[in-house]
């Protein structure tokens, strides 16, 4: 009986040849590996979430620059109104009189001191500030209590410890066309920013008061 010899394989080159099968089947296994759908976004997927995002961009653009134009109107009127009372409260402490030249052609005002008995003489050391305003804040018109009306000419409301010359309203238009007005009264030094164009209350004549008859 012919017996046939096989070498004893050494355990260093046993390990070796499993080493390079584990290897190919890794590689072989590795070269079949797909990505799942549920394992990563697809183009379609991709262009929805990045639209989604840029509508988001857009809504919260649009909303910021709504409120900073809002911001805006109320800035330019309560920078007015500031100016008003400051000319009021300048007057109560001093005694002094003070002058808010209001102009709706150039969308503009003025502050001064009165120091000379020219009153239409504005110097240029008796301007305390001035401003203006934009297309977000536009002066409508300017009406006085005693009936005048000007919205192409100059507006003086002058004030002295007594309070104010002369009361009227100053009225001014948003982005969207809403009336507000700034109320100046003859009574009280106070000047209110209402919403709307409201209707002046003008002094009544001795023969309209029936008791004073």
């Not at 001064?112 to 203006?132: A, D, K």
């Amino acid at each position: 009986m012919t017996r046939i010899y096989t070498a004893p394989t050494h355990p260093d080159r046993l390990g070796a040849e499993d080493a390079v099968h584990t290897l190919r089947r890794l590689v072989r296994g590795g070269s079949r590996t797909r990505c799942t759908p549920a394992s990563a976004f697809t183009l379609v997927e991709l262009i929805v979430v990045l639209s989604f995002l840029s509508l988001l961009v857009l809504l919260a653009q649009t909303n910021l620059f709504g409120v900073l134009r809002r911001q805006s109107f109320k800035s330019q009127v309560q920078d007015f109104i500031s100016t008003m009372q400051m000319a009021a409260s300048g007057a109560a402490e001093s005694g002094r009189r003070y002058e808010v030249i209001v102009d709706p052609t150039e969308q503009s005002y003025l502050l001064r001191q009165i120091t000379s008995g020219n009153l239409s003489e504005v110097l240029e050391e008796e301007i305390i500030t001035q401003g203006s305003f934009g297309n977000n804040c536009r002066l409508a018109y300017i009406e006085f209590d005693d009936g005048d009306y000007t919205n192409d000419e100059r507006a003086k409301f002058r004030i002295g410890r007594g309070g104010w010359t002369y009361g009227g309203k100053i009225v001014f238009l948003d982005e969207s066309e809403q009336p507000y007005a700034v109320v100046v009264s003859r009574l009280t030094p106070i000047v209110q920013l209402v919403v709307g164009d409201l209707r002046l209350m003008t002094p009544k004549a001795k023969d309209e008061v029936p008791f004073l008859r």
